[in-house]
């Protein structure tokens, strides 16, 4: 089973990664964006097949080592296969 | 108008932030997991409110901005709102 997680901060924390890139985007003349936010992609690939459990796992992943609680999100998403 | 956009790895190319991550959460004893890819999320706020011209902005941007297209592939999603 595969899940994809997406850690991002949470609303109110600064960004000051996706203000760079926002930076960089309007010196190089792209003018139409308004904002960026920056957040880490992952890919795990699990042994467990069960989804319920796949998510558990994860969740606890996410919690211990992955992402910041205190100011990041995550989001789980599970794909079988 | 609401882009989010996944820069990942080409399959080929080694992940050592990956990697390092695999290893850290094997040291946590989390032992079902075979494999971790590790990318980059965005998410751009565009002033643009054409879905096909704020596409070719975004991929504008991917190509000469966000991603190295040497080694990374970009996928970009749009959303209303």
Redesign the interface.
């Known amino acids: 089973m595969k899940a994809r997680v ?3 901060l949470k609303s109110g924390v600064l960004d000051p990664q ?1 203000k760079a ?1 926002h930076n ?2 309007t010196s ?1 003349g ?19 097949s069960d989804a319920e459990q796949a998510r558990a ?1 994860v969740e ?2 996410c919690t ?3 992402a910041n609680t205190v100011i990041e999100d995550y989001q789980i998403e599970l794909e079988d296969g």
Chains 1, 2 share one sequence.
């Open positions: 997406h850690i991002t996706g890139v960089a985007l190089l792209f003018d139409g964006v308004d904002d960026v936010r920056q957040g880490k992609y992952l890919e795990l690939d699990l042994v467990e796992a606890a992943m211990r080592l992955l």
